[in-house]
């Protein structure tokens, strides 16, 4: 596992602009997204809501926590019906499922639950770590599975101590804010037929956390190797706290226990857990088992076999890391481990040592079980990709042709060890235009969010005259297009999945300007708020709302200048419109003409032509709160 120390840390943020210059400078030097712009202060009378820790729960002490902090706050997201329905089982050295051998190909995605390689959805809040949004958990998870992965090991799921966004801040303190990316995981997941791995600590000082939280908690030595966590009576205290609180939430999102969802494949006692000794593994596998009696339990180390891991009787799975890949070393700690008596998995392994000389020899052995790549980022929530520079990123489709040569042998991988084919993909997020340049010298850029479930794109450009211009095959590691055009026209990108069948598309209109659109999975595009607004994360797009129908003239704005169109989708609802508002340079606020149609879903599309506005806003009426679902701006 390599996560990169605090200071190399790239970060992904989003550019703030208080003028939509900045927006679109940054978009073009940064395709990837590594564009740090420093944000403005926020205009005098904006109102931008934290994330108190005020509604935590916290345990009774420190040992089996109290009814209280297993029933949290739902979080702000909708999921989907599972396809897992039956769990994986254990047969002497072999996994199953439904009766038949289950081997498999995995990925790791560790940031799902709690992310660092991204700055929040707020520039407000001054965030380094944050809760990825549900497009980057949904596209992230989708990604693993058109790699085809069948099992994704998510750190962050498990793994939540000693932060302010944590499950877990401080010792028996719950904050019920961080259930809502863990709880989408875990139902996304299922939607997408995935398997997880679900570490419960971590040997490391991580963002994320691990056992020396739980060390300084207790005033223990935290000096490497700190291994009180193991043997300390208190230490084990709370480590099972936490696990108690962990497998049984019941995720409002599927209405199970977590201890109960044949989702979760396994709960690995933790992450590398170099210096475990066996009174603990045995001690905290079985108390695994006690809440979990149908999911499996594993456990290992950053290299090698642990002979805590094989005495143990409750542990299912022994779990071994490699970097680099040594196909050799594989097949002399699969031995062993199976000797043993355990099932064998490969949890990490370089994404930049997948080839097939070394994986098929890996496939080859039939004590081998699976293995995890290591890692897998998803596409950003505006253009281009999140980073992870550790040098093992893998981005589906593939950045370049050597990527794409090592997701190709990932697959082939998967092929070799008979792993199971997962039912047809249900429906991906769409790819969507999120601006398109003003015309210099006749010639625009195109710019979009991509999806993980596309090989390729196509660009369309139709002028207020019908003419139309198409782009030719684009590959899908590109999120970005010029085309020859200087006036009014709609502009859509169509993906298409690798058998050429379309996995949707977007368009936005633009004038004789640019145009930028908000698909509202952050807060970065916009200049205020007021306190009552939320965004939740239904499927298939986020929306932004009032919290409450009953709310109080709740507001959004977008920032100038020269302001020319405001274009805002309504998800289908019965509330009635919001009004489009426009500033003047003076800084007043006014209503402005609009025009409302339907679209096919139920919604509503508002148009408003505002030349000249200063900046400008929806505001709904007192008692009403239908749902945006995105907001294009028109600039001069």
């Not at 594989?330 to 064998?344: E, I, L, Q, R, S």
Request: include cysteine; aromatic fraction near 6%.
């Amino acid at each position: 596992m390599l996560l990169l120390p605090t200071a190399r840390r790239p970060r992904l943020p989003s550019p703030r602009p208080r003028s939509w210059s900045r927006v679109l400078v940054a978009a073009a030097v940064a395709l990837v997204g590594h564009a740090s712009v420093t944000p403005a202060a926020a205009p005098a009378g904006t109102t931008v809501p934290g994330r108190p820790l005020s509604s935590t729960t916290r345990t009774t002490g420190v040992g089996a926590p109290s009814a209280s902090a297993t029933v949290v706050a739902a979080p702000t997201v909708a999921g989907s019906v599972t396809t897992v329905t039956s769990f994986v089982t254990r047969s002497g050295t072999r996994l199953t499922l439904d009766g038949r051998p289950f081997r498999f190909s995995g990925a790791n995605l560790y940031w799902t639950g709690l992310d660092e390689n991204v700055a929040g959805v707020d520039p407000d809040a001054g965030q380094s770590v944050a809760y990825p949004t549900a497009f980057r958990i949904r596209d992230g998870l989708r990604a693993a599975r058109e790699l085809g992965a069948t099992v994704v090991r998510a750190h962050t799921v498990g793994i939540s101590t000693g932060s302010p966004l944590s499950l877990e801040p401080s010792m028996g303190l719950w904050n019920p804010a961080a259930w809502g990316p863990i709880d989408l995981t875990v139902a996304e997941a299922g939607r997408l037929g995935l398997r997880l791995i679900v570490p419960l600590s971590d040997n490391g000082r991580y963002y994320h956390g691990g056992r020396y939280d739980v060390l300084r908690w207790l005033g223990l030595d935290t000096t490497y190797p700190g291994t009180a966590f193991y043997s300390d009576p208190r230490a084990i205290a709370a480590y099972q706290a936490h696990v108690a609180v962990v497998l049984n939430h019941v995720n409002p999102l599927t209405g199970r226990r977590l201890g109960d969802d044949p989702t979760i494949m396994a709960w690995e006692l933790g992450n590398e857990m170099d210096w475990e000794i066996p009174s603990w593994v045995q001690a905290n596998a079985a108390f695994v088992k006690t809440l979990a009696p149908r999911q499996l339990v594993a456990a290992g180390q950053s290299r090698g076999v642990q002979w805590a891991v094989t005495a143990s009787p409750s542990v299912d799975i022994s779990d071994s890391h490699y970097y680099p890949l040594d196909a050799a070393a594989v097949h002399a700690d699969a031995a062993t481990a199976t000797a043993a008596g355990k099932v064998y998995v490969i949890g990490e392994y370089p994404s930049t040592d997948a080839d097939d000389t070394a994986l098929q020899s890996i496939a080859a052995d039939p004590n081998v079980s699976g293995a995890a790549v290591w890692s897998v980022m998803p596409h950003g929530d505006h253009y281009g990709v999140v980073p992870h520079e550790d040098g093992y990123t893998l981005h589906v489709p593939g950045d370049d042709a050597a990527m794409q040569g090592r997701i190709d042998a990932i697959r082939r991988f998967g092929t070799a060890l008979g792993q199971p084919v997962l039912p047809t993909a249900p429906t991906a997020q769409k790819p969507l235009v999120t601006s398109v340049s003003a015309p210099v010298s006749g010639v625009r850029t195109v710019r979009w969010r991509g999806t993980s479930a596309a090989t390729s794109y196509v660009v369309s450009v139709v002028a207020a005259g019908g003419a139309t211009t198409t782009s030719p095959s684009l590959p899908g590691s590109q999120t970005s297009w010029t085309v020859a055009s200087s006036g009014a026209a709609t502009v859509s990108v169509t993906g298409y999945d690798a058998s050429g069948l379309s996995v949707g598309s977007g368009g936005l209109g633009v004038g004789t300007g640019a145009v930028v659109a908000d698909p509202l999975e952050d807060w970065y595009l916009t200049s205020g708020r007021s306190g009552g607004v939320q965004r939740t994360s239904p499927w298939p797009a986020a929306q932004v709302a009032p919290s409450s129908c009953s709310g109080q003239g709740d507001w959004v704005s977008w920032p100038g200048p020269h302001v020319t169109s405001l274009v805002v989708t309504i998800g289908p609802s019965s509330s009635p419109s919001p009004w489009l508002e426009a500033q003047s340079s003076s800084g007043s606020w006014s209503a402005v003409p609009t025009t409302t149609r339907s679209t096919a879903d139920g919604g509503r599309t508002l148009t408003a032509g505002v030349p000249g506005a200063a900046a400008v806003r929806v505001r709904w009426a007192a008692g009403t709160c239908a749902p945006l679902t995105r907001v294009a701006v028109g600039l001069g």
